[in-house]
């Protein structure tokens, strides 16, 4: 028997996505891999359209009919990429769930939150209502929110940003997933409510043992949550490694570009280095490194190749520099 601490609870190769439309390709998601064991968080890093989000979307087969999918999935060791729709409703909500970006956008404005989660359980376990509503409030209690059984009755509107991110939360959580997707779920919130939200996912994944994948854009979400990172520029993952690594040792331009580029305490009195330039059009994707256009290093071998350079320890990056910046 599989050992469930080594068997990835989720595991995706060659993972791509294109659209098309009015004789346009856009190049979204290029060749993504990665897995995932029981208990552990694996962060997407990178800019706005760098393809997170799109990834994501692409698991749960929330994407529209013009987008072009290919590559392999396995949820649990079951392939899920082109599973017909009723079958993928089952496993939405079920065996993996998603907290969205903007819980007010995800959330139904005429239902109340109770009815929500309820109308989830009823759907995925086949309980009366009543037991649902019963789950329902234990899963508000779960996640820390004041008076739950006040805010059962509650519509979306009359709960603040932090609560509505912890409702989504217990909504994502409501038949116990083994795999929750997070789509930068603290960007609308303040900091204090980020910190709070961070540390409300980190303990409820030690209590249910489920595995994460966290999207943002913050480098200090990601080090604050992330067991392992993989850094995404151009629809690609350009770097992976533990958070230790990547943090500490990062091999591509673009990283060291994202970590140089972040404001922390020790920087008073510095001036905030800035990544040159925007990224690519990915509808027209340069040859080799994508990076290559607003990277300080970059050569003629960058623009015809992308190599691939792994370290001992399984840590990947994409740079013909990488293996200068290998730690001795």
Known sequence: MADPAITPVLRVEDLTVRFTRRNTDVAAVNGVDFSLKAGETLTILGESGSGKSVSLKALMGLL???AGISGKVWLNGQEILGLP???LAKL???AVSMIFQEPMAALDPVYTIGQQIAETIVQ???CDNRTAMRRALGLLEQVKIPSAERRLKNFPHEMSGGMRQ???IALALACKPSVLLADEPTTALDVTVQIQILLLLRQLQEELGMAIVFVTHDVGAAAEISDRIAVMYAGRFVETGTTREVMRHPMHPYTRGLL???VHGGMRGRALETILGSPPNLAELPPGCAFAPRCRYA?????RDIPVVTT???AMARCVRAAELIPA
């Open 64 to 66: 529209p009919a013009y």
């Open 85 to 87: 729709a009723a079958a």
């Open 92 to 94: 939405r909500g079920g």
């Open 124 to 126: 995925h376990e086949g």
């Open 166 to 168: 912890r409702a989504m």
């Open 260 to 262: 140089s580029s972040t």
């Open 299 to 303: 050569a003629d071998a960058c623009r």
């Open 312 to 314: 001992e320890t399984g």
